[in-house]
């Protein structure tokens, strides 16, 4: 089946430095992948839709200043978290349909850590 | 507005009980519906979809979910439950009109208790 990784799967970092969370496509191809947040005992929050080749569409609410997206290449989408505060920890989790399909795979997710 | 709704948030059953847990969409296109499951420290996995064609669905692990159109519906449904289904469970619709980016339910937690 489909799989996507996430790198790191952890990270605790300093309040104010930018955190870097990798979302890879391992045997298929995406144009568009999903990025989502997920509080403790709650549901996936969609912040953004990386697109290869062209800017992130951001979720009403979500500062794309604050989250920058990179769809580099066809199997990864990168996304910073810049100037990180402890509100900005979180469980995020990028999802991924192979190019032509609707079924989306979801990576293990990025639990972030910021003091 | 787009949206799906889960009614129960917290379910605890007994091995070998029947499940069902509820979920609703709002939503005026064309409805593609998913089942996800998240086990404990994994990532989410697809359970069953519905796109089309006959409205009661199969998915792994012996779910199943049945989309009534008239009812804005897509249960799922397990017939005996095991420990192992402990887990968090997520419906999800489809919004072609938006890219192909899923709406998540506020999740079900299922316990079973052994």
């Known amino acids: 089946g489909a799989v996507v990784s996430q790198h790191p799967s952890r990270v605790i970092c300093k309040s104010g430095t930018s955190v870097k969370i990798e979302c890879r496509s391992l045997d298929f191809q995406a144009t568009t992948m999903f990025w989502y947040r997920q509080f403790p005992k709650q549901s996936l929050m969609l912040m953004a839709t990386s697109n290869e080749g062209s800017k992130a569409t951001y979720e009403q609410g979500v500062e794309k200043d604050k989250f920058l997206i990179n769809h580099a290449s066809l199997t990864l989408s990168t996304l910073t978290v810049t100037s990180a505060h402890p509100e900005d920890s979180s469980f995020y989790i990028c999802?991924?349909?192979?190019?032509?399909?609707?079924?989306?795979?979801f990576g293990p997710g990025t639990r972030l850590l910021v003091l | 507005a787009q949206s799906v709704s889960q009614h129960n948030h917290h379910v605890i059953l007994s091995e070998a009980a029947s499940l069902e847990l509820g979920c609703n969409y709002s939503y005026g296109g064309t409805v593609n519906l998913f089942w996800y499951v998240q086990y404990p420290g994994q990532h989410l996995q697809l359970l069953l979809k519905y796109f089309s064609g006959d409205p009661l669905v199969k998915g792994i692990k012996g779910f199943e979910a049945e989309f009534i159109k008239s009812k804005f519906s897509f249960n799922l449904r397990k017939p005996s439950v095991q420990w192992s289904d402990t887990a968090e469970y997520f419906c999800a619709v489809i919004l072609y009109n938006q890219g192909g980016k899923l709406i998540f339910g506020q999740g079900t937690e299922l316990s079973v208790k052994p």
């Open positions: 999802s991924a349909p192979p190019t032509g399909q609707e079924t989306q795979y």
